[in-house]
C-alpha cells in the first residue's frame, strides 16, 4: 500500500483542505523554510495511521491538532489518505477487491474522534489491524523517524546493551508475534495453573481433611466392630481360666494346709528333742569346768604366762611403731636437708649475680657524682670569673687567691688539673704494666693446669650428661612423683573404704539372720546364679514408700522369707543334696503365677478413697527378672491408710479384695481380720532397704578398687622402672654434686679464679688510663679556650660578659637536671645494696638450718639404733614367753576343746530350737494365710459362676487341647493386658465411633477420584502448552539467526556505502550466545575498533543511520516517513543517504523531511511548502521520472490547465 492523494482540512497549519496528490511510489522529498509546515505533513499521515501519542506529533492535546487550537472559526480536523492497493499480495484481508483504499481521520471539539475507511465508519482498532496487518504498526513504528529522534540516535545506540540491539533484530525478523503467542501461551499456561491450584485447594483444604477425618472415623468404627467382638472372645478365655485358676487354688491351698498342720508336729518334737539335748550339754559342761578350774588354781602359773607375753608383745609392738616414726622422721629431714642445699646453691648464684650488679651500680653512681662534681666546678669557677670581671674582687678561698682572679685564676686552676691528669695516667699505666705481668705468670701456672682443668671439666660435663640423660629416661617412663602419690592415695582410700562397707554389711546382716541362706552345691557343676536369694532380699523400697513397711511385711507375710530360684529343678537339687540347715520353702520362677488385681476393682477401689489406697505391688521395686515372684507375694492385696478405707474397700461387692491398713490391721473380704497392735522398731524391710543400699555402695566401691588395683597393675611394670631411674636419678645427683665440690676447690680452679680477677683488674685500669686522658684533653681544651677568651674579652668586654652570664645559666640548668639523675641513681645504688645485705643475711641463715637439720638427723640416727637394739632384746624376751606360754597351754588344751565341743554343741541345739520357733511362726502364719487364701479362691470361684452363667455349660471344655479354652496356648498376662487394653480402647472408640460413616465416605470418595481427574487433564493440557512454548522459541532462534546475518551483513555494506574504505558488523559480546544480545563492531580502515565511543560523533551518526535502514531494508515496510534525519550530517554523507534510499529500497515509498540539497535532489518528487498569510501552501516538483504510472500524470497535467496550476500551487 502507498499513498496516492492526502487531503488535509484544519489540521494544524492547513485551515482549509489542502489536496496533496502526485506521490512518487519510491521517493518523495518535502522540503521548505523552518515553520512551514513540512513537518506537518508527516503529522498528517501520522495522524491517519492512529497515532495516540501527541507529543510525537509535538502537541500536548488534542485542541492543539486543530488549526489555532479552535479559535479561528475552525473547530474540527481531518485528513484523508487514498492508498494504492492494486498489489493485491500486499493487500490486508478483506480488501483485495479494492484498488484503492480511503482512510479518513477526524476529530473535533470538544473531544469528537472518528475513522471512516472507503466511507465506512469503523473504530479505531480495525483500523490498527487494518494497518499492521501491511506492516504499518503506528504503535511500534520502524517505518517511522520522527523530527528530533535522528539526532539522539547515535547516543541510544552506542548506549545500547546486547539485549536491547538483539530486540531491534527480534522487530525487524517479526518474532514479536512469536513472543506474543509465547506471551499467550504463557497466560493460558498460568489460569491452568490457577486452575491446578484451585482443585489442589479443595482436594487440600476440603475434600482431603474431609476424606481423611471419614477414612480415620471409617477406621474407629470397624477398629471398635473388632474390639466389641475380641473383648467377647477374649474375655470368656480368661473368665474360664480365671475359674479354672481358681479351682486349682482350692486344691492347693487345702493341700498346703494340710502339710503345714503336719509339719508343726513335725517341728515341735525336733524342738523337744533339742531341749533335752541342751540341758545334757550344760551338764557335761559344769563337769569338765571343774575339773579345769582345779588345774588352773595350782598357782596361776597360765596366767602370768599369758600376761607376760601380752606385755612383751605391746613393747614389741611400741619399739617398732617407735622405730617407724624415727624412720620417717629421719626421711623427712634428708628432704629438708636436700631442700636447703639446693636453696643455699640457688642463693649463693643469686648472691654472685647481685653483688656484680651492685657493683656495676656503684660504678655508674661513681661516674655520675664524678660528672657532677666536674659540672658544679665548673660552675663555681665561670660565677667566681663572672664576678671577677665585673667587681674586680674575687670571692675565692685564700688558695685561690694566691693564683689570682678571673682569667688568670681559671687557667692556673685548668693547668693545675691537666698536670694532675697526667700523674693520673702515668700511675695507671704502672699498676696496668704491673697486672699485666702478673695475668703472664698467672696463665703460665694456669697452662701448667690446663690438663687438671680440661679433665675436671670433661669430668663434670660427662656427669651432667649421664644426668639429663637419666632425667630423659624418667620423663620418658611417662610417670612422675604427682602421679605415684595419687594412685598410692586412691588405692589406700579405696581398700579403706571397701573394709568399712563390708563390716556395715556384716553388722546389718547378723540383725537379719532370716535374710541370709545357706547351703552347700549340690554338685560341682550347679549354677547358683539361679538362686536369686530370699524374696526379702530382692525388694527395694523407695523413701518416700517407709511408713507402709509394716503393712507390707505383713502383706508379704510368711512369704517374704521364700527362696526365690530359676525354675522348680534348682529347687529339686537344693532340697536334695543342698544340705540346707533349715527348712526353706522356695518359689520356681517357671511354675508361680500371680493372679493380680483386676483394672475394674482396681478403679472402683481407687474411686471409693481416691489417693488413700493402692496395690501392695506399685509400692514395691524389683528386677524385671523377678516379676513373676513379686506379684505372687503382693498381687492379691491392697494397702490403705486407715481402717475406714481399708473396710470400705474390702467389703466393697465389686471390689471383695485383701487389704492391710498402714497400722498392720488386715481386713479380709471372708470377714476375718486380724491385728491390734504394730510392731516395735524399724521393720524388717526398712533394715533391708539398709543392707541393699549399703550392698550398693559395696559393690560400687569395690568396682573402684578393682579399676584402682587394675591401674596400678597396669602401670606396675612403668612404675618399678621408674622407681629404679628415680633411685639412679637421685645417686647420679649426689655424685655431681660432690664433683663439683672436687673441682671447685682444686688447683686449676683457684688458679681460673685469680686469673679471672686479674683480668677484671687489668680493664679497670685500662679504664683509668682512658678516663685520664680524657681529662688531660678537656683541660687542654679548657686552657686553650681560656687563653682565647683572655684575648676577646680584652677586644669585646661587654659581649663577653654576656656570653659568660648565659654560660652561666645554662650551666646552673645543666647541674639542676644532673642531680636529679644523681639522686635517683643514688637511691637505685641504695635499693641494690639493700637487697644483697638482704640475700646475704638469708643464706647466713638457711645455712644455720642446714647445720640444724644435719645435727637433727644425726641424732635421730642415733636414737634408731638404739630404738633397733631395745626392739631386738624385747623380740627374744617374747619369744621365750611365748614358748613357755605354749608349753602351759598345751596341758590344758584337752579341757578347752571338751569345753570348746559342748559350747558348740549348745550353739547349735540353741539354734535349733531358735529355728524351730520361727519355723512355728511361719507355719501358723502360712496355714492362716492357706485358709483365708482358700475361703477367697472359694468365693471367687462361686461369684464366676453366679456372674456368668454359660461357665456351668462350657466347663467341661477348659483346658482341653484343640478348643479355644486350650490354656497351654495361652499367656495369661498377655491376655490380661490385651483385656484391659481392649477396654481402654472400646471406651475410647465407643464416644467417637461415626455409626454413619460408611454412606458418607462412599459420596466424598467420588468427589475425589473427579477432581483427581480434572487435575490430570490440567496438567496434560499444561504440558502440551510448554511444548508449543519450546516449539516457538526453537522457530524463534532459526528467525532470528537468519535476519541477524542478513541484517549484520546490509549493515556492513551500507556503513562501507555511506564511509568507503570502512565496515561494521554486528556480532554476540565475546564467549556468549545469539540469544544473550549482539553489539556493534566497526572496522576504520584495517583496524577494529574495541568501542564505540572512540568514534567522532559524525560517525556515529552514520553507524546509527546503517544500523536503522539495514533493519528497515531486511522486511521493507510499503511506507517509510523520515523526518530531518539528516540534519547531523555534512553534504556528501546527505547524498550518499538519498543515493542508498533510491537504489536500495526499491519496493517501499519514501517520504523525506529535508532542508539539505543533497537529500532532496535524489528524491523523484520534492514537495516545498511555504507560509503564506498564517497558512501552510504546497507545490510539487517531479524531478525525474520512476514510474510510467506518474509520466502518464504528467502528460495529463500538460494537457489540463486546471490540473497543471495544482501542480504549481495549492493555496489555502
Given amino acids: 500500500m502507498r499513498i496516492e492523494e492526502l487531503i488535509i482540512e484544519g489540521f494544524k497549519s492547513y485551515p482549509v483542505r489542502t489536496q496533496i496528490t502526485g506521490w512518487d511510489p519510491s521517493f518523495n522529498a518535502i522540503t521548505g523554510l523552518n515553520g512551514s509546515g513540512k513537518s506537518n505533513i508527516l503529522d498528517a499521515i501520522c495522524f491517519v495511521l492512529g497515532i495516540t501519542d501527541w ?29 494504492d492497493n492494486s498489489d493485491l499480495s500486499t493487500s490486508p484481508d478483506g480488501y483485495h477487491s479494492c484498488k484503492q483504499i480511503t482512510v479518513t481521520r477526524q476529530i473535533g471539539l470538544p473531544n469528537v474522534s472518528k475513522y471512516l475507511v472507503n466511507g465506512h465508519k469503523m473504530p479505531q482498532n480495525t483500523v490498527h489491524t487494518i494497518f499492521q496487518q501491511v506492516q504499518l504498526n503506528i504503535n511500534n513504528p520502524n517505518f517511522l523517524i520522527m523530527q528530533g529522534r535522528i539526532t539522539k540516535l547515535p547516543a541510544q545506540v552506542l548506549n545500547m546493551r546486547p539485549q536491547e540491539i538483539l530486540g531491534m533484530v527480534e522487530e525487524a525478523a517479526g518474532t514479536r508475534m512469536f513472543e506474543d503467542r509465547k506471551d499467550k501461551a504463557l497466560k493460558t499456561m498460568n489460569k491452568k495453573e490457577k486452575k491446578v491450584l484451585e482443585l489442589k485447594e479443595v482436594l487440600n483444604e476440603e475434600i482431603t481433611p474431609k476424606l481423611n477425618k471419614l477414612r480415620d472415623e471409617k477406621r474407629a468404627y470397624i477398629q471398635y466392630q473388632k474390639s466389641v467382638s475380641e473383648l467377647e472372645r477374649v474375655g470368656r478365655v480368661l473368665r474360664a481360666y480365671e475359674w479354672t485358676e481358681g479351682k486349682d487354688r482350692i486344691r492347693t491351698k487345702e493341700r498346703e494346709v494340710k502339710e503345714h498342720e503336719a509339719e508343726v508336729e513335725r517341728v515341735k518334737g525336733e524342738k523337744k528333742k533339742a531341749e533335752k539335748d541342751i540341758k545334757d550339754a550344760e551338764k557335761e559342761t559344769a563337769n569338765v569346768t571343774k575339773k579345769k578350774e582345779a588345774e588352773m588354781s595350782k598357782g596361776g602359773k597360765l596366767k602370768k604366762l599369758q600376761d607376760a607375753v601380752s606385755d612383751l608383745g605391746k613393747e614389741v609392738t611400741k619399739r617398732k611403731t617407735q622405730a617407724e616414726i624415727k624412720v620417717g622422721m629421719i626421711k623427712e629431714e634428708e628432704k629438708k636437708v ?60 685564700n688558695d685561690n687567691k694566691s693564683k689570682g682572679g678571673g682569667y688568670m685564676g681559671a687557667l692556673a686552676d685548668a693547668r693545675k688539673r691537666l698536670a ?17 705481668k702478673e695475668l703472664v705468670e698467672l696463665e703460665g701456672r694456669m697452662r701448667k693446669f690446663e690438663t687438671e682443668r680440661k679433665g675436671n671439666e670433661q669430668r663434670v660435663e660427662k656427669m651432667r650428661r649421664e644426668l639429663g640423660e637419666v632425667k630423659e629416661r624418667v620423663k620418658k617412663t611417662g610417670w612422675s612423683v604427682e602421679k605415684e602419690r595419687d594412685l598410692e592415695g586412691r588405692l589406700k582410700g579405696a581398700r579403706e573404704e571397701v573394709k568399712n562397707l563390708t563390716e556395715h554389711r556384716d553388722r546389718l546382716k547378723s540383725r537379719i539372720p532370716r535374710l541370709s541362706f545357706d547351703y552347700q552345691s549340690p554338685s560341682p557343676s550347679f549354677d547358683h546364679s539361679k538362686v536369686k536369694g530370699v524374696a526379702a532380699g530382692l525388694i527395694s523400697l523407695p523413701p518416700e514408700h517407709h511408713n507402709k513397711a509394716t503393712a507390707l511385711e505383713i502383706a508379704g507375710g510368711g512369704k517374704l522369707w521364700n527362696v526365690v530360684v530359676e525354675d522348680d529343678r534348682v529347687g529339686k537339687e537344693l532340697i536334695k543334696n543342698g544340705r540346707m540347715r533349715k527348712r526353706v520353702t522356695f518359689i520356681p ?55 475406714n478405707t481399708a473396710k470400705a474397700v474390702t467389703f466393697n461387692p465389686q471390689v471383695l479384695t485383701r487389704s492391710v491398713t498402714l497400722e498392720g490391721d488386715v481386713y479380709d473380704p471372708s470377714g476375718t481380720l486380724s491385728g491390734g497392735s504394730a510392731p516395735k522398731g524399724d521393720g524388717i524391710l526398712i533394715q533391708v532397704q539398709e543392707l541393699l543400699e549399703v550392698e550398693s555402695r559395696l559393690q560400687a566401691a569395690d568396682e573402684n578398687l578393682q579399676r584402682v588395683e587394675m591401674e596400678e597393675e597396669s602401670t606396675r611394670k612403668v612404675r618399678a622402672e621408674w622407681k629404679t631411674l628415680m633411685r639412679e636419678l637421685e645417686i647420679k645427683e649426689h655424685e655431681l654434686k660432690l664433683l663439683e665440690e672436687q673441682v671447685g676447690g682444686s688447683n686449676a680452679s683457684l688458679v681460673a679464679t685469680e686469673v679471672e680477677r686479674v683480668k677484671e683488674t687489668i680493664a679497670s685500669l685500662k679504664e683509668a688510663v682512658q678516663t685520664a686522658k680524657d681529662k688531660q684533653k678537656e683541660a687542654q681544651e679548657e686552657c686553650k679556650k681560656l687563653e682565647r677568651d683572655m684575648d676577646e674579652f680584652k677586644n669585646n668586654k661587654e659581649g663577653k660578659i654576656e656570653e659568660l652570664k648565659a654560660s652561666i645559666t645554662a650551666q646552673k640548668a645543666a647541674v639542676q637536671k644532673h642531680n636529679v639523675t644523681v639522686k635517683t641513681q643514688q637511691k637505685e645504688l641504695q635499693t641494690a645494696v639493700l637487697e644483697l645485705e638482704q640475700l646475704e643475711g638469708d643464706i647466713a641463715g638457711e645455712k644455720e638450718q642446714l647445720e640444724e637439720a644435719k645435727e637433727g ?89 453366679k456372674m456368668y452363667e ?36 472400646q471406651e475410647g472408640l465407643k464416644k467417637k465411633v461415626n455409626p454413619k460413616v460408611m454412606g458418607m465416605i462412599e459420596s466424598v470418595e467420588k468427589r475425589e477420584a473427579e477432581l483427581i481427574k480434572n487435575m490430570s487433564i490440567v496438567e496434560k493440557d499444561k504440558e502440551k502448552i510448554t511444548e508449543t512454548i519450546d516449539e516457538l522459541d526453537r522457530y524463534k532462534r532459526e528467525a532470528l539467526q537468519k535476519t541477524w546475518e542478513k541484517v549484520s ?7 562501507a556505502e555511506l564511509l568507503p574504505g570502512n565496515f561494521a558488523k554486528l556480532q554476540p559480546p565475546e564467549g556468549q550466545d545469539l540469544m544473550d544480545g549482539l553489539e556493534v563492531k566497526v572496522q576504520l580502515g584495517s583496524v577494529w575498533k574495541q568501542s564505540l565511543t572512540e568514534l567522532s560523533g559524525g560517525q556515529r551518526s552514520l553507524i546509527a543511520l546503517s544500523l536503522i535502514m539495514a533493519l528497515l531494508q531486511f522486511k521493507p515496510a510499503p511506507m517509510y516517513i523520515l523526518d530531518e534525519i539528516d540534519a547531523a550530517l555534512d553534504l556528501s554523507h546527505t547524498q550518499h543517504i538519498g543515493q542508498l534510499f533510491r537504489t536500495r529500497f526499491k519496493g517501499s515509498q519514501f517520504i523525506v523531511v529535508s532542508l539539505k540539497e543533497g537529500l532532496f535532489t535524489n528524491a523523484n518528487v520534492l514537495f516545498r511548502t511555504r507560509f503564506v498569510d498564517g497558512t501552510s501552501v504546497v507545490d510539487r516538483t517531479a524531478q525525474r521520472s520512476t514510474s510510467s504510472i506518474y509520466a502518464n500524470a504528467n502528460n495529463e497535467r500538460e494537457e489540463d490547465d486546471g490540473r497543471s496550476n495544482r501542480r504549481r500551487r495549492i493555496a489555502a
Avoid: C
Avoid at 478348643?963 to 490385651?978: G, I, M, N, P
Fill in 589 to 643: 520362677l517357671n511354675r508361680i503365677n500371680g493372679s493380680g488385681i483386676s483394672g475394674h476393682k482396681l478403679d472402683t477401689a481407687t474411686g471409693l478413697a481416691p489417693n488413700k489406697v493402692r496395690p501392695a505391688l506399685s509400692l514395691v521395686q524389683y528386677p524385671p527378672n523377678l516379676g513373676k515372684a513379686i506379684t505372687y507375694i503382693f498381687s492379691d492385696t491392697l494397702i490403705a491408710d486407715d481402717a
Fill in 857 to 945: 638427723i644425726g641424732a635421730l640416727k642415733k636414737d634408731l639404733e638404739k630404738l633397733a637394739k631395745d626392739v631386738a632384746a624385747i623380740e627374744d624376751q617374747h619369744a621365750k614367753a611365748e614358748e613357755k606360754l605354749q608349753e602351759e597351754m598345751a596341758t590344758l588344751s584337752r579341757f578347752d576343746t571338751e569345753l570348746k565341743a559342748l559350747e558348740r554343741v549348745v550353739k547349735e541345739k540353741k539354734a535349733v530350737i531358735q529355728q524351730a520357733e520361727l519355723t512355728l511362726t511361719e507355719l501358723q502364719h502360712n496355714i492362716e494365710v492357706s485358709k483365708t487364701e482358700l475361703t477367697k479362691a472359694k468365693n471367687f470361684v462361686e461369684n464366676h459362676e
Fill in 420 to 436: 694532675q691528669s697526667a700523674a693520673e695516667e702515668e700511675q695507671s699505666k704502672v699498676k696496668l704494666g704491673m697486672s699485666e
Fill in 338 to 397: 636436700a631442700t636447703l642445699e639446693k636453696e643455699l646453691k640457688d642463693a649463693a648464684a643469686a648472691l654472685t649475680k647481685k653483688q656484680k650488679d651492685v657493683e656495676k651500680v656503684q660504678k655508674t653512681t661513681d661516674a655520675l657524682l664524678e660528672k657532677h662534681s666536674v659540672l658544679e666546678s665548673k660552675l663555681a669557677s665561670d660565677s667566681e670569673l663572672l664576678q671577677t670581671l665585673l667587681t674586680g674582687l674575687s670571692s675565692s678561698t
Fill in 1049 to 1055: 551483513k546490509d549493515f556492513g555494506d551500507i556503513f
Fill in 55 to 83: 507529543k510525537q506529533m509535538r502537541a500536548n492535546s488534542q485542541q492543539e491538532l486543530i488549526y489555532k487550537r479552535g479559535q479561528a472559526g475552525v473547530t474540527k480536523a481531518s485528513v484523508t489518505i487514498v492508498f
Fill in 950 to 985: 454359660w461357665i456351668e455349660h462350657e466347663k467341661d471344655q477348659f483346658g482341653k487341647p484343640n478348643t479355644q479354652y486350650d490354656f497351654s496356648t495361652v499367656d495369661v498376662e498377655s491376655l490380661r493386658q490385651k483385656v484391659m487394653e481392649l477396654q481402654s480402647s
